[in-house]
Antibody, heavy 117, light 107 residues
Framework: QVQLVESGGGVVQPGRSLRLSCAAS????????MHWVRQAPGKGLEWMTF????????FYADSVKGRFTISRDNFKNTLSLQMNSLRVEDTAVYYC??????????WGQGTLVTVSS | DIQMTQSPSTLSASVGDRVIITCRAS??????LAWYQQKPGKAPKLLLY???SLESGVPSRFSGSGSGTEFTLTITSLQPDDFATYYC?????????FGQGTKVEIK
């Protein structure tokens, strides 16, 4: 079965960096586009970034463009999110998710990132 | 960027009710529209994609319709397991946007 398991969340000070990882299994990772979506406490879902199946194209929401970088390792079946210059408003649960036909068909359980001094 | 607006934000309903949630896009998205259900502390679950296609394993009481800028999610005969928050999501030109959510509460 499809599994997406995020890791790397935690508490970080404003302005610092954090790297999230997502371990994928149960499907052909190298054939799937992948997303990161976040949800601030008590708030709605916010799409952040998408990467093509082969890593050749990447797309970002304006809110994270220039600060966050998505990447993937198709040999290790791993998706990553490098988050720099973190702000208090980046506090959220971060979900790794699989793209299908303009929608998102599988989600991880999420990892909580708290940006606080 | 395309903005998605859901209505209502909160909906109170009883078991057995027919529930309709509306989602409007700030510009046409064709039928690139999906609906999700989310329960507290859980990841969202895909219900419908391409506006009206039911995801495998999702009960047939869920249905979607619309195209362009106006979409609806209908739940016929609301069940206890359906009390949750629902989100629409559009896809256009490698940008995805979610609506703000509609919470379906027990009346």
């Amino acid at each position: 079965q499809v599994q997406l398991v995020e890791s790397g969340g935690g508490v970080v000070q404003p302005g610092r960096s954090l790297r999230l990882s997502c371990a994928a299994s149960g499907f052909t990772f190298s054939s799937s586009g992948m997303h990161w979506v976040r949800q601030a406490p008590g708030k709605g879902l916010e799409w952040m970034t998408f990467i093509w199946y082969d890593g050749s194209h990447k797309f970002y929401a304006d809110s994270v463009k220039g600060r966050f970088t998505i990447s993937r390792d198709n040999f290790k079946n791993t998706l990553s999110l490098q988050m720099n210059s973190l702000r208090v408003e980046d506090t959220a649960v971060y979900y790794c998710a699989r793209e299908r036909s303009g929608s998102i068909d599988y989600w991880g359980q999420g990892t909580l990132v708290t940006v606080s001094s | 960027d395309i903005q998605m607006t859901q209505s209502p934000s909160t909906l109170s309903a009883s078991v057995g009710d027919r529930v309709i949630i509306t989602c409007r896009a700030s510009q046409s998205v064709g039928t690139w529209l999906a609906w999700y259900q989310q329960k507290p502390g859980k990841a969202p679950k895909l219900l419908l994609y391409k506006a009206s296609s039911l995801e495998s394993g999702v009960p047939s009481r869920f249905s979607g319709s619309g195209s362009g800028t106006e979409f609806t999610l209908t739940i016929t005969s609301l069940q206890p397991d359906d009390f949750a928050t629902y989100y629409c999501q559009q896809y256009s030109s490698y940008s995805w946007t979610f609506g703000q959510g509609t919470k379906v509460e027990i009346k």
